[in-house]
């Protein structure tokens, strides 16, 4: 791997191989979604326990301080909008010349695969994957399942995992699932966990990033099961242990109870 896309890569994956990402860039189909009304707001408190910010080339130019963040995963496909024809019509929204302007240290592009526009979003990942090789750029893949939530189940995530590895993704971004080890088992880049629509209790998410991580996921990737909480940041520093810490749910649990009852503000150095 060359200096530039090896570095880029460490300042996504910590030392410890594992990774915390805060993506906030569901307006880019969704407007401004609950809780993301504000997007830079809602992102501030949780940033401390982050490990790169997953984003929009216009939210983070006007909400996010160039001084004060964290590694940046750049989203840079799109074109559709939950209330247009079909979620899966997406393009490349960005270019590899603004993505370096804006300092990237990875692209995150979505991928429909089984839909009408699965070539078109696959010759998309291709040819980013070439831009972003040429200036040691990684691409991360993001295995989207549009409105059919009830697509994901682990021989759909495998095969579609597996594809973007093939197609060059450095990393994929697919949902967390039943036998989650086979999904990892077939993908041979890092598989991280997405989140998808708030959970009913945040134990609940404890439990699926706990076994996700324990069936070989290196990290998260989780926006409205942190931000959509009623307690944001007791959320990530939970989540954050059982990652970065191998916690078990329970600790994870009391962490969460303990940071909502305020003890344990932030920390400089995250825990
Ligand atoms: C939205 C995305 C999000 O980054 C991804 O789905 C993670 O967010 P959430 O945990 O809210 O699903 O790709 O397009």
Same mark, same amino acid.
Not at 21 to 42: A, N
Not at 44 to 58: I, K, M, Q, S
Not at 214 to 232: D, K, T, Y
């Given at each position: @791997?060359?200096?530039? @896309?090896?570095?880029?890569?460490?300042?996504?994956?910590?030392?410890?191989?594992?990774?915390?990402?805060?993506?906030?860039?569901?307006?880019?189909?969704?407007?401004? !979604?609950?809780?993301?009304?504000?997007?830079?707001? +809602?992102?501030?408190?949780?940033?401390?326990?982050?490990? $790169?910010?997953?984003?929009?080339?216009?939210?983070? /130019?006007?909400?996010?301080?160039?001084?004060?963040?964290?590694?940046?995963?750049?989203?840079?496909?799109?074109?559709?909008? !939950?209330?247009?024809?079909?979620?899966?019509?997406?393009?490349?929204? +960005?270019?590899?010349?603004? #993505?370096? /302007?804006?300092?990237?240290?990875?692209?995150?592009?979505?991928?429909?695969?089984? !839909?009408?526009?699965?070539?078109?979003?696959?010759?998309?990942?291709?040819?980013?994957?070439? %831009?972003?090789?040429?200036?040691?750029?990684?691409? @991360?893949?993001? !295995?989207?399942?549009?409105?059919?939530?009830?697509?994901?189940?682990?021989?759909?995530? #495998?095969?579609c995992?597996r594809i973007a590895?093939e197609?060059?993704?450095?990393?994929?971004?697919?949902?967390?699932?039943?036998?989650?080890?086979?999904?990892?088992?077939?993908?041979?880049?890092?598989?991280?966990?997405?989140?998808?629509?708030?959970?009913? +209790?945040?134990?609940?998410? @404890?439990?699926?990033?706990?076994?996700?991580?324990?069936?070989? $996921?290196?990290?998260?990737?989780?926006? /409205?099961?942190?931000?959509?909480? %009623?307690?944001?940041?007791?959320?990530?520093?939970?989540?954050?242990?059982?990652?970065?810490?191998?916690?078990?749910?329970?600790?994870?649990?009391?962490?969460?109870?303990?940071?909502?009852?305020?003890?344990?503000?932030? #920390?400089?150095?995250?825990?």
């Amino acid at each position: @791997m060359d200096w530039g @896309m090896a570095n880029r890569m460490s300042q996504l994956i910590q030392p410890d191989g594992h990774c915390v990402f805060m993506p906030i860039d569901h307006g880019y189909f969704l407007g401004p !979604t609950s809780k993301l009304e504000q997007p830079g707001k +809602t992102v501030e408190p949780l940033l401390p326990y982050a490990d $790169a910010l997953f984003v929009t080339r216009g939210v983070l /130019r006007s909400a996010i301080d160039p001084a004060n963040t964290k590694p940046i995963v750049l989203r840079v496909s799109g074109g559709t909008s !939950t209330v247009g024809a079909d979620l899966a019509n997406e393009g490349i929204t +960005t270019s590899i010349e603004e #993505a370096i /302007r804006l300092n990237a240290s990875a692209l995150g592009i979505s991928l429909f695969i089984g !839909t009408e526009f699965e070539k078109q979003s696959l010759l998309n990942l291709g040819k980013l994957v070439d %831009e972003g090789e040429k200036y040691g750029i990684p691409i @991360m893949a993001v !295995t989207a399942v549009g409105k059919e939530l009830e697509k994901r189940d682990a021989r759909y995530l #495998a095969l579609c995992c597996r594809i973007a590895a093939e197609l060059g993704a450095r990393v994929v971004k697919t949902y967390w699932c039943e036998d989650f080890d086979r999904v990892v088992n077939g993908c041979p880049v890092p598989v991280i966990m997405a989140g998808g629509p708030q959970a009913d +209790t945040e134990r609940e998410v @404890m439990d699926f990033v706990h076994d996700g991580m324990q069936n070989g $996921a290196i990290g998260i990737n989780l926006g /409205r099961n942190v931000w959509q909480s %009623e307690h944001p940041v007791p959320m990530i520093r939970a989540l954050r242990h059982i990652v970065h810490e191998n916690a078990s749910v329970k600790e994870a649990q009391e962490i969460f109870d303990s940071a909502k009852a305020g003890n344990g503000r932030v #920390a400089s150095v995250p825990a």
